[in-house]
């Protein structure tokens, strides 16, 4: 299990989640991730009327709702999610997710940039899951886990970089979709 100084260095390249609004939520974190599990990314927003965080894992999305008396976390399997898509609006953005019977709906998300950033992480990485599971052979898998991380640490290098201002939007897509043919 991760301790709770782990997963907030694994989340201290996403500014919007370490505000007063989503302390609660990032110390139930280390009860949540599975051992060998990873953050990859994350985002704040509303769910079913509750404020909480969206994580994106190695293995997951996870979506945490602490309440004063409450705790919701819902699960996303990857291979469960049929699609994802965004909006931005004026003030805030939205993500939706579709998996098999359900649609889940995470409004709210400050800055509005996040939400397309987020759906177009967790797309990569489902493209890049069934292209890897396509690709894999049973005496392979050890080493396509590690080209599967090792893929996912220089897409969270080229987001974080894009994040701080060194790449534009244009730089950021092609750096992306070399790094995908290359996978």
């Known amino acids: 299990m991760a301790s ?26 280390p009860d949540i991730i599975w051992e060998g599990e990873n953050i990859q990314s994350a985002t704040s927003g509303t ?22 008396f409450s705790l919701k976390v819902e699960n996303f399997l990857y291979d469960k999610i049929s699609s994802i898509e965004y909006k931005i609006g004026i003030l805030s953005g939205e993500i939706i997710i579709y998996t098999s019977g359900n649609k889940a ?3 709210s998300v400050v800055p509005k940039e996040n939400a397309k950033y987020m759906a177009e992480f967790i797309r990569a990485y489902m493209d890049h899951s069934k292209n890897s599971e396509k690709q894999q052979t049973a005496p392979s898998n050890t080493i396509n886990n590690e080209n599967q991380e090792d893929w996912m640490q220089k897409l969270e290098k ?6 701080k201002g060194a790449l534009t939007e244009e ?10 043919k290359n996978v």
């Open 158 to 163: 080229l987001a974080s970089l894009k994040e």
């Open 47 to 68: 769910y079913n009327h509750g404020f909480g965080i969206l994580v994106a894992t190695n293995k997951r999305l996870i979506f945490i709702d602490k309440g004063i």
């Open 105 to 107: 709906k995470i409004e």
């Open 171 to 180: 730089e950021f897509i092609e750096q992306k979709q070399k790094l995908l």
């Open 4 to 29: 709770l100084e782990e997963i907030k260095s694994q989340i201290s390249d996403f500014s919007n989640v370490k505000d007063v609004w989503t302390r609660k939520e990032i110390k139930c974190l």
